[in-house]
Each structure stands twice: as structure tokens, then as C-alpha cells.
């Protein structure tokens, strides 16, 4: 059954995840970096089982789709009172539903995200939920690429990972987050360490240099060839470069 935070608990950041599958979770957020800020109370997990606000003996939580057409729909009532007994307890975290159909999961929402309070997710299954409730809730949809999953929870995990990683104390030196790929809206340059040759492959002789100026101007271009190669979209959207 879900844990919600006792008033006054510090609870810097707090996920609630709806979801059919409770058992699913931790699961691989329970281990390494986002595993230890968890044990260490740096951010907290509820999960809300949907079928426990389901209707009837059966305690259904989905039915055939209005209109006809296949596979079956998350009902909107249901829906509406497992959120509303989360929001009882944990009021203001944005609500989002995880949704082929949302804005993309990008570095500059999980930072925004960490930011805040916390999050509430709903995680859909089947042929996905009731329009409704989307708008009743006011959720905020949001997709984690652009393919069909079986389900909601894993790129709800997704979601978390990538937001928990942000927030103070979880990655120890601030500037492994400041170099990583999107920052500054490149991806990363590559990386190298031991040893010094590998198959015939040597390690770029530059880094070798103890030339700190020269490192950082490597790093740059090769930052700036690689995106270009992989992900023009993103050299297209980042700010113009500032005179150094
Ligand atoms: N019929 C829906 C459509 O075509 O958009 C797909 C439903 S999918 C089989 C079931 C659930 O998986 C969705 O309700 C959503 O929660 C989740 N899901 C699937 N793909 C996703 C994605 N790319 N990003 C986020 N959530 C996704």
C-alpha cells in the first residue's frame, strides 16, 4: 500500500506512481545512485494501486471503448478517485500522465521537474485512459520517445531516473551533470580511460597533454562534430555561442 509522507517528514522530492502494477516498482530504481538517494530519504516512492479504487466485486477498471474499435479503455471514474486520494495526500506535485501522445521527455523537463515539489504519474495501460479524466485532472501529458510501450510504468521509471539524478546530493561532483550530453544543447564529446592503448587504439593525444585550454577546446569541437553528425535538431535549437 502506498507511503505517503507524515506532515513535517522532509521529504525533498516526492514521487507518486499510479499504476496497475505496484509490484513493478522500485524495481531498477531501487539500486546504484537513484537506489542510495532513496535509502538516504533524498526523494520518496508511493505507489497507488488503480485497482483498488476499481468498481464493483470484480473491481473493474477499464471497459470497452466508446465508439467501438479495439482493446479496452481506462475508465475515467476510476481514475479520478485513485488520483484524488493521492492529492489528499500529497496536494501539490504536478500530475502527469505518461502518453505516446505527450511533450517529449527532454534533459530541460527533468530539470524543471527536479525543481519542483515532486511528481504524480499515471501510468496507463490497455488502449490508454479516458479522455476525461485527462482534462478533469488537469494532467500535463508526457511521452518518453516516439514508440508505443505495453504500459506506462517503465516510462515512468524513465521519468524518475532521469529527474531524481538531478536533484542536490544524488551525483556527487556538480560538474559530471554540467558536461553530460544536452547540456548546453550538445551531446557529449567522447570519453577515454584506462589504458593508455587498447586493440590499437590510442587514446587522442591531447588528453594526455595536461594542456587544460587544449582539453577543453577538443572536447568542444568534438561535442560540436558530434552533434552535427547525430543530432542537427539540436544545433539548430541552442542559443547562439557567447564570445569567450
Ligand atoms: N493507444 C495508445 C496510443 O496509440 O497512443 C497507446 C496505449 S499504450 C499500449 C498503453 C500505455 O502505455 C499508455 O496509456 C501510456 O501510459 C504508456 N505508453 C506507451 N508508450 C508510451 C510512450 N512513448 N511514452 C510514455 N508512455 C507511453
Known amino acids: 500500500m502506498a507511503h505517503f509522507p507524515e506532515k513535517g517528514e522532509r521529504t525533498p522530492w516526492h514521487v507518486s506512481v499510479l499504476t496497475l502494477f505496484p509490484e513493478m516498482f522500485p524495481g531498477p530504481l531501487g539500486v546504484s545512485l537513484v537506489g542510495q538517494a532513496l535509502e538516504a530519504g533524498l526523494w520518496t516512492l508511493a505507489t497507488v494501486p488503480i485497482r483498488e479504487f476499481g468498481i464493483g466485486r470484480h473491481r473493474a477498471v477499464d471497459d470497452t471503448p466508446a465508439g467501438g474499435g479495439a482493446g479496452m479503455v481506462m475508465r475515467a471514474d476510476v481514475l479520478a478517485a485513485a488520483v484524488d486520494h493521492a492529492r489528499g ?6 500530475l502527469i500522465y505518461l502518453s505516446p501522445r505527450g511533450e517529449p521527455l527532454t534533459q530541460k523537463l ?4 527536479a525543481a519542483g515539489p515532486g511528481v504524480m504519474l499515471l501510468a496507463g495501460r490497455f ?21 508505443v510501450l505495453s504500459g506506462g510504468e517503465i516510462a515512468a521509471m524513465v521519468l524518475i531516473d532521469a ?25 557529449e564529446y567522447p570519453q577515454y580511460t584506462k589504458p593508455r592503448e587498447f586493440e590499437g587504439r590510442a587514446i587522442p593525444e591531447v588528453l594526455l597533454s595536461g594542456d587544460h585550454k587544449k ?16 543530432r ?13
Open 89 to 94: 495526500a500529497v496536494p501539490d506535485v504536478p
Open 110 to 113: 527533468a530539470a524543471e521537474l
Open 127 to 147: 488502449e490508454g485512459v479516458d479522455e476525461r479524466v485527462i482534462a478533469a485532472r488537469g494532467m500535463r501529458e508526457v511521452s518518453i520517445g516516439d514508440y
Open 163 to 187: 529527474a531524481v539524478r538531478l536533484l542536490p546530493g544524488v551525483i556527487g561532483a556538480a560538474e559530471s551533470l554540467g558536461e553530460e550530453s544536452f547540456e548546453g544543447g550538445l551531446l
Open 215 to 230: 582539453i577543453a577546446e577538443w572536447r568542444r569541437a568534438e561535442a560540436e562534430r558530434i552533434t552535427a553528425e547525430r
Open 232 to 244: 542537427p535538431d539540436l544545433i539548430a535549437g541552442r542559443p547562439a555561442k557567447r564570445p569567450s
